[in-house]
């Protein structure tokens, strides 16, 4: 697995006096770091600097190379050291830091002094320089990743309070049959962390089938994505048995993942949790049996996606709807058990790929307070605005291919999600036509969404 990294560009600008000159001259650095570990204001970490210093008619270097120190609580100070080569080939070195103030912390974090020496330690010029907070930090902010393992392997490293879940949902093209297979780690607050889950089949117009495995002691796989007993689930490939249901799938294709939530919140786990959908348009071959029924999958659509976090929300309504030809439209909606959070109405998180595109095209979380949603049994709903179109989304879980399954998160708390894969699903996306609104776009699912309804 790899290792937990922080990368981020920054740009400040400001002005250099070059010993022996009158006049300053204009200084431009262009960087990129790139730290280990999840940057948070406690860490005191190093890692490289690269990037390019530009100061018009004496240096334009855009291979500068150095070392970033960010400890900012810990030692009250930001590092930068870069060395780069002056325009007559002189080796230079930057030197300068950032002193972190309690009381005024804008400034501090955005103003950097600068001494610039040559190789024999002699100053060559003094800079003062600043990040443009007003016109940089939306694109500061949206360049942070935090790369770390693929989106299918366990991120869990051994903290008590966490859940992860592994999910694939699929619909049979033959039969309009639903498979929906659970896989769960539990690190409790107290205790051993355990793996376990169920699996649940919903033939139409019946009720479902639904078994659990588990729970086994977790032990992370060497080579795939989860194994608990006698299931197990690698890139390509899920098997396992739980009850009177076995499974021997093989999955294929997914398209690029699909990030419901933003993308730095699901890197950086700096909300109580996130879901991602690392392959929103898999097809799956293979067999399922349930009690003395086969069916046999032939190009079955569906969906792998994930949860890592601390925990199930307070409520939350969820669904995955193959619109076809690649398209697809995810939802989160979902209310915290965070005290205050707890009594905000549902935050729901959209997104729509359609002809390849992602709407809403920004940040899912800033999207979200533009959306409503209104959770309930047997239908909820999700409406309101994605960049300059109109969304409405109804789903309703038939109560009889409905199935409740109770939960219970790391602190020991119960909640229930009520599942079904026979969904039906309707979608409208519009758009504004003079001082009205006309459909672009409408999708219907008679019994092919897959949808859940979580409550306490």
Known sequence: MSARRTVFREVMEGSLRLAGEE??????????????????????????????????????DPAAAGRLRVAPIAARRIRYTLGFTAGDGRRLRLDGWKTVS?????????????????????VAGEARLRFDVRRDLGRFLGGFRFPGPGPLRSRWRGQAGRLEVWYTTLTDPATGTGVWIHHELVAPDEGGARAHGWATIFPPGETPVFARFGPH??????????????????????????????????????????????????????????????????????????????????????????????????????????????DVCEIVAAVSTRPGMNRLPPLPFLRLRVDGEDLPSGDPLLAALRLRAGIGLPSWTVHGRVGDRRIHVRVTLPP??????????PDGAPAVCHN?????????????????????????????????????
Not at 24 to 35: C, Q
Not at 400 to 409: F, I, L, M
């Open 23 to 60: 006049r300053a001259r204009p200084m431009r650095l262009e960087l990129a770091a790139d730290l280990p570990g999840v940057l948070h204001p406690l860490a005191d970490v190093e890692g490289d600097l690269t990037g390019r210093v530009h100061v018009p008619g004496w240096a334009d």
């Open 102 to 122: 309690p009381r005024r912390p804008v400034r501090s974090m955005t103003f950097l002094p600068v001494t610039v020496t040559d190789e024999d330690g002699t």
């Open 217 to 326: 002691e977790w032990r992370r796989p060497e080579d795939g994505v989860f194994a608990s007993g006698p299931v197990a689930q690698t890139g390509e490939r899920l098997t396992g048995t739980a009850g009177a249901i076995t499974w021997d799938l093989r999955e294929a294709g997914g398209g690029r993942p699909l990030y419901t939530f933003p993308r730095w919140a699901w890197e950086s786990e700096l909300l109580p949790a996130a879901q991602i959908v690392p392959k929103p348009d898999a097809t799956y071959d293979g067999v399922v049996r349930f009690g003395d029924r086969v069916l046999e999958l032939d190009g079955a659509r569906g969906a792998s996606a994930r949860i890592y976090g601390q925990g199930n929300a307070r409520r939350w309504a969820w669904l995955h709807a193959d619109l076809g030809g690649g």
């Open 400 to 409: 009889g291919e409905t199935v409740s399954v109770d939960y219970a998160d």
């Open 420 to 456: 079904s894969e026979r969904a039906d699903v309707r979608i409208v996306l519009a758009r504004r036509a003079g001082r009205g609104w006309e459909t672009e776009r409408e999708w219907r699912l008679d019994g092919t969404g897959h949808a859940e309804v979580g409550l306490r």
